[in-house]
């Protein structure tokens, strides 16, 4: 079965630092990837997606970046942190290409920037 | 429109009561509506979902409804228990750029069953 994983799960950092958030997924190859923000008590929106390794499409102009220097593994940088870049970050895979399919989740990574 | 309107916000149901979250959309491109649960601090999962030329879903206690002309679809919780307290969001599916799935959130319904 397929598995997602997420670290860290929480991390403080103050403004101005680098972050690093990393996922990988096991049990299932070429998977599409997806990096989503929530802000507290709201939806998710999605910042970055990828169809495989080295392609990443933005969604929404940001202070973060994303790669993917492998097929099941997808991370998530800013190289300095704004206030505004807290929330909960979530990592989430899909397997169908070109078809309607679900999104399976992590268990999140919740980011304050102090 | 790419957005997903869901209502209501917040509902309190007493144990054994049934609960209904509904949603509406307005982007016909919209392919595949999922629902999915979420509990404090821990990421959304999957709970049922619905393809548009399906009218209804059942699995155990939970089914989708879903009106395809007036682009609407609804959560039912039968006989709901406490531990079905959590935050539900209806989503939408579309095809991005290079065939990945672009999952549109509505805003959230935050339910509590009370025992």
């Known amino acids: 079965s397929q598995t997602i994983h997420q670290w860290p799960a929480t991390l403080v950092q103050p403004v101005g630092s680098p972050l690093s958030l990393e996922c990988t997924v096991e049990?299932?190859?070429?998977?599409?990837l997806y990096w989503y923000r929530q802000a507290a008590g709201r939806g998710l929106q999605l910042l970055f997606y990828s169809v495989g390794i080295g392609q990443i499409s933005s969604e929404v102009p940001q202070n973060l970046s994303a790669s993917r220097p492998q097929d099941r593994q997808f991370i998530l940088s800013s190289k300095k942190l704004l206030l505004s870049d807290s929330g909960f970050y979530l990592c989430?895979?899909?397997?169908?290409?070109w078809g309607a399919g679900e999104l399976f989740f992590g268990e999140g990574s919740r980011l304050t920037v102090l | 429109q790419q957005q997903v309107k869901q209502s209501p916000q917040s509902l309190i149901v007493q144990k054994g009561g049934i609960s209904i979250i509904n949603c509406a959309y307005e982007n016909t491109a919209f392919d595949y509506f999922p629902w999915y649960q979420q509990f404090p601090g821990k990421g959304p999962a999957l709970l049922i979902a619905i393809r548009p030329d399906v009218s209804e879903k059942k699995e155990g206690r939970f089914t989708i409804s879903f009106n395809k002309s007036a682009k609407q679809f609804s959560l039912h919780i039968m006989d709901s228990q406490p531990g079905d307290s959590a935050t539900y969001f209806c989503?939408?599916?579309?095809?991005?750029?290079?065939?990945?799935?672009?999952?549109?959130f509505g805003q959230g319904t935050r339910l509590t069953i009370n025992p």
């Open positions: 989430a895979w899909s397997a169908v290409r």
């Open positions: 989503a939408a599916i579309s095809t991005l750029l290079q065939g990945a799935q672009k999952l549109v």
């Open positions: 049990g299932t190859s070429n998977p599409n």
